[in-house]
């Protein structure tokens, strides 16, 4: 963020759709953490706030529980500090509905979901299958991510980065998020970008058929078979202080 906020000057904060998560669980944490993104960010709001690593089966209840996170998001969108409110999570399809369950039975509409699309997803646990019909049928903004699994997936070799953007691009996403650590990294996206048409039913049954014995275990997508990727795993205390009673 502190990169970010330097890039940010000189007039392209206004060009950019900006983004950030949050990690706490309850009201005051999670206004403290995006005040403190806002100031590395140097800006005055983000476009899109998102609950960070919505993994665990309570933190839907946390979440919307009576001074949780959502009381904090609710306050920032009404303060102009955020344009739009989602969630982010990686692990489990049946954690993302119980989020989306939890928002409607609250009233609270959920602009954005992020979530792992990718050819060995299709296969296991799958948030494409469970997940993203929902997402379209209500209207909610679908964040791919994790289309090549940080890696992992490229090692089975049995699809290029190429292919597994233009998998992920071929859903309907409203965006697919992908790494740009180097020119090497950048120059492949963009060069998904420019070389994107739109899948025949033909290409996406040939992906899924090549993939499909690889994927049948999850075994190259270990952010949701091991602990390995949860960040507030390893840091529960990002969550600040734990509430599970949910309000009226």
């Not at 996206?189 to 058929?209: K, M, S, Y």
């Amino acid at each position: 963020e502190r990169r970010m906020g330097k890039a940010l000057r000189d007039g392209y904060r206004e060009r950019a759709f900006l983004m950030t998560k949050i990690d706490g669980r309850d009201r005051v944490t999670a206004e403290r953490q995006l005040d403190e993104s806002l100031r590395r960010l140097q800006t005055d709001h983000v476009d899109l706030l998102q609950f960070h690593e919505v993994i665990h089966a309570d933190d839907p209840d946390r979440i919307f529980a009576e001074g949780g996170a959502v009381e904090a998001a609710i306050e920032a969108r009404e303060a102009g500090k955020t344009r739009y409110v989602g969630f982010t999570g990686h692990k489990s399809p049946g954690i993302h509905t119980s989020m989306l369950e939890a928002a409607a039975r609250h009233g609270f509409r959920l602009d954005t979901v992020q979530m792992p699309l990718n050819i060995m997803d299709a296969h296991y646990q799958s948030f494409e299958k469970t997940v993203l019909p929902i997402l379209v049928r209500e209207g909610i903004g679908v964040i791919g991510m994790k289309t090549m699994g940080d890696g992992v997936i490229l090692k089975c070799g049995m699809a290029t980065p190429i292919e597994c953007l233009h998998y992920a691009m071929n859903l309907p996403t409203s965006v697919v998020v992908t790494g740009c650590d180097s020119m090497g990294v950048l120059e492949q996206a963009l060069t998904a970008a420019i070389t994107f048409r739109p899948l025949t039913g033909d290409e996406v049954r040939e992906l899924l058929a090549r993939t499909a014995g690889a994927a049948a275990n999850g075994r190259y997508e270990p952010y949701k078979t091991t602990n390995k990727h949860d960040g507030t795993d390893a840091n529960p205390q990002w969550l600040g202080p734990r509430r599970v009673q949910e309000r009226d």
